[in-house]
């Protein structure tokens, strides 16, 4: 086989898990490109979850997730699960001898990082031709060799991502410790977030962090005296005029201009009181002046704080929220962000309701 007849194809691959720092939208892209490419009816794609000795395949519309342990009673698996089973357990022995499993239906392939550690699995079934062949493995080899070290330093990135992730949720955690009513205040507000993004046509990996760093948007009442968060009736001026400054002492605590999750944090906390049309703070910013994170997270904010209940105020319905949020679009409101929100009123409702305080 000569390879250079590949070289096209195997830039499709590195194109593909190039193309956005999402795995799972990298395992996607991977999955069904091999599929295309092998000419199968079934591609299931494992990665290699190390400290779990297990692998995972992630879950699509028609099918959920696959975990499969080195431990698990082979038996009871599917057939295909067992094959992928039995070369798992052989690669995870210190000089493993079986490369790879091959029989006219079936080929079962082990993905190898840069010190041929295992990353993964690539299952394939159905070939259209009746049958896998010496060519089909060596095709899938060249497949394996091409993206088994992006897929690694794609893993490696998710790890830190995750890491990132609890962290930043043990600092929104530590900023509602003053505020007894707030618990799921800001899980929500994540939630709400990538709910909005997603309606604006935002591309994953922006998804993915506006529900990662929305979280983060009142962590500068840190700063401010319990007294004046917890305060069960109206703010007077001179507390007002200091409750503002959260917005800023989050920011100053947030900004780091060379990573990209704290960037949009800190542009969170700062922005997300600014008004659309003005008046808001602490800048009096107006319209595209306000960071698109910082109006997504505003209108996420007002409706959560307007339907949960507060030292200083009720709790207000959810329909009537709704119609605040309609009424004030172009006002307080970036009318193409509050229209997002309002698109998807049941997964709102549901969000709501999942996590009550």
Not at 7 to 19: A, D, E, K, Q
Not at 262 to 273: E, G, W
Not at 286 to 306: C, H, M, N, P, W
Request: with cysteine.
């Amino acid at each position: 086989m000569q390879h250079s007849e590949h070289v096209p194809l195997l830039l499709r691959f590195t194109n593909s898990i190039c193309v956005t720092t999402d795995l799972n939208t990298q395992l996607s892209h991977l999955s069904e490109l091999i599929k295309e490419s092998m000419d199968v009816e079934t591609c299931l794609l494992f990665v290699h979850l190390k400290e779990q000795r297990t692998l995972w395949k992630r879950p699509e519309k028609r099918r959920g997730e696959i975990k499969i342990h080195a431990e698990a009673h082979a038996p009871s698996l599917p057939q295909e699960q067992q094959i992928v089973l039995a070369l798992f357990r052989e690669f995870l022995q210190p000089n493993p001898s079986a490369a790879f499993h091959m029989n006219e239906n079936s080929l079962t392939l082990p993905l190898l990082g840069h010190r041929n550690e295992l990353i993964g699995m690539v299952h394939l079934q159905g070939h259209s031709k009746g049958e896998f062949t010496n060519k089909s493995l060596e095709l899938l080899r060249l497949i394996g060799a091409c993206i088994g070290i992006p897929l690694e330093n794609a893993l490696l990135y998710h790890k830190v991502r995750t890491s990132q992730a609890k962290i930043i949720n043990k600092l929104s955690e530590a900023a509602e410790f003053k505020d007894d009513e707030a618990h799921t205040h800001a899980k929500r507000i994540g939630l709400y977030a990538e709910v909005m993004a997603r309606n604006l046509g935002l591309d994953e990996e922006f998804c993915a962090l506006i529900k990662l760093t929305a979280p983060m948007h009142d962590i500068g009442k840190i700063g401010i005296a319990e007294s004046i968060i917890q305060k069960p009736g109206p703010l007077s001026e001179e507390e007002f005029t200091l409750m503002k400054r959260h917005t800023l002492i989050g920011h100053d605590l947030l900004a780091d201009p060379e990573d990209e999750a704290l960037t949009m944090a800190a542009n969170i906390a700062r922005d997300h009181h600014e008004k659309f049309a003005g008046g808001g703070y602490p800048y009096d910013k107006k319209g595209e002046e306000i960071s698109l994170e910082g109006r997504i997270t505003a209108v996420a904010d007002v409706f959560d704080v307007l339907t949960s209940k507060r030292p200083y105020k009720a709790a207000w319905s959810i329909d009537r929220a709704f119609g605040f949020i309609q009424n004030l679009r172009e006002k307080h409101f970036d009318p193409e962000v509050a229209d997002a929100f309002l698109k998807n009123q049941e997964e709102i409702h549901f969000i709501r309701v999942s996590f009550e305080d």
